[in-house]
């Protein structure tokens, strides 16, 4: 060795710190190479060659046998700490000697956990091959007698385990088991493989879970459940298709007799929806599974179904009737729930509470078009205008007033105050209900209530109403009571 070497480091391998922190006299370019005829190491400047040397050496150290325990686990935890800076030949080539200590059985189950550590640190991005064969390798050792051993495997599998339902269908039962270690191990690598994995490794899995969730045992159960709380961030960026065959798996699940495992299914179904629209067929599923338990004894279990019905019914009618079957829920939450998922409907409520007037207070059915997105309620009330029972025409008239004076601005302040041709549009078909021809009713009381529930929301309108109401005022067609009631709504707007 060239004894101007600077920064000389000698150490033998069987006194290398547990840390494998190498530090060196001179700066961090400095590595360690053997001194030719001893068993120790010396640092020196050096290239990717001797780099590549110094690896062969610790690869080299741990595999071969006739190394004392201490001496390999060593070498081990020194390349665990090059992991980062190894080249992809010479990673992969670690990986395949420490894959060969771990299928050899006469490796102590000290040594397994040391390999098995260093597996997960050198793991990344390792050829596919070396991943299945590193898989093979650490599978079995999830049921070692060694905990630690069993902890290392896992952690190692969530590593090397990407793409891989072999490794994920390993880890599942090891998220059942009593050791918190163990069990913490297993569920960081489960959600590190399917966070790296593809769509059908992620579908597998959650195929694997669906069985565990209607489990007899409970801690079965709750283990099931939050296996599947590591799925939900991973569904939720999957395909439209794959959440969608991920729901028809879970629908039976919501006619199971174990409360639990309906409102866990209702729960399920609910995250993974989120990101966006069912088709309708599956919707359709979904609304028909949910229809009993929407009724149901338990309280929790009609407010999260409610919840979820105004997550999947937005183009489905039967879904806002449930809906509003439990707006008088004697549970408040219920009913919160109830009317959230009605606002969430929109347009597609908005007939299905019309129909409802008598029913339901109208104050109540006010308050939720009050809520909904303005343009669409105000849409639907329009066309509502013509219903055939003149009673409901009344009410619909004067609900709509009633949002047109208390909610001139839209929910969303973006969009601002209704427009120009909205209101145009509304005071045409008030102005039309008033002068036609047709008879409303069976009596005169019934044919009067709608033209003045008109005649008082164009009043509500103000001074856009004006040109109207002065026509109805003047129409000597129209019976004197309308008339009266059209100049006296002109006078309050021009005193106002």
Do not use: C
Not at 337 to 360: D, H, M, R
Not at 390 to 417: C, F, H, K, S, W
Request: proline share 5%.
């Amino acid at each position: 060795m060239d004894g101007n070497l600077s920064g000389v480091f000698q150490t033998p391998i069987n006194t290398l710190p547990n840390t494998a922190q190498i530090t060196f006299e001179q700066n961090s370019s400095e590595i360690l190479t053997p001194n030719d005829g001893t068993d120790t190491f010396v640092s020196s400047n050096s290239n990717n060659e001797t780099n590549d040397t110094y690896i062969d050496l610790l690869i080299r150290t741990f595999s071969n046998s006739n190394e004392t325990i201490s001496e390999r686990q060593n070498a081990m935890r020194t390349l665990n700490t090059r992991g980062e800076s190894l080249s992809p030949v010479v990673r992969a080539r670690a990986a395949t000697a420490l894959i060969s200590v771990l299928n050899n059985r006469n490796t102590t189950s000290e040594l397994q956990a040391t390999a098995a550590g260093t597996l997960y640190g050198i793991g990344q991005d390792l050829p596919q091959a070396v991943r299945e064969s590193a898989v093979a390798a650490l599978v079995p050792l999830l049921s070692n007698h060694d905990w630690h051993v069993q902890a290392a495997a896992a952690e190692a599998l969530g590593s090397v385990g990407k793409d891989s339902f072999q490794a994920v269908i390993a880890l599942i039962p090891l998220r059942l088991g009593s050791n918190r270690l163990i069990r913490g191990s297993a569920s960081t690598a489960l959600g590190r493989i399917l966070e790296n994995s593809s769509g059908a490794i992620k579908k597998e899995a959650f195929l694997a879970v669906i069985p565990l969730l209607s489990n007899s045992n409970n801690h079965i159960r709750d283990t099931a459940e939050s296996i599947t709380d590591l799925l939900y961030p991973i569904l939720y960026s999957s395909s439209q298709t794959l959440r969608n065959q991920m729901v028809r798996k879970l629908i039976p699940l919501l006619s199971n007799s174990n409360i639990g495992i309906m409102f866990n299914t209702i729960k399920i179904i609910y995250m993974i929806r989120a990101p966006g629209n069912f088709p309708p067929a599956l919707s359709g599923e979904v609304v028909t599974a949910l229809t009993p338990l929407i009724t149901n004894d338990a309280d929790f279990v009609r407010r999260e179904t409610a919840n979820l019905l105004g997550l999947v019914g937005s183009d489905l009618p039967e879904a806002a009737r449930l809906l509003i079957g439990v707006l008088s829920d004697p549970e408040e939450p219920v009913r919160v729930a109830a009317s959230n998922a009605l606002v969430a409907l929109g347009q597609t409520a908005v007939p299905e509470l019309i129909q409802q007037f008598g029913n339901i207070p109208s104050l109540t059915i006010a308050n939720l078009f009050l809520r909904m997105e303005q343009r669409a309620t105000t849409n639907g009330l329009v066309r509502a205008l013509n219903h055939a029972n003149p009673m409901v025409q009344a009410n619909v008239i004067r609900l709509l007033g009633r949002i047109i004076y208390e909610g001139t601005r839209l929910i969303d302040p973006r969009v601002g105050e209704i427009s120009n041709q909205r209101f145009n549009e509304i005071i045409g078909e008030l102005h039309s209900v008033v002068i036609s021809a047709r008879r409303y009713g069976t009596t005169r009381a019934e044919n009067r209530e709608p033209r003045i529930a008109a005649i008082e929301t164009l009043g509500l309108i103000g001074q856009r109403a004006v040109p109207v109401l002065t026509d109805i005022a003047n129409n000597n067609l129209l019976p004197q009571d309308l008339r009266s009631a059209a100049a006296d709504t002109l006078n309050e707007i021009n005193t106002k």
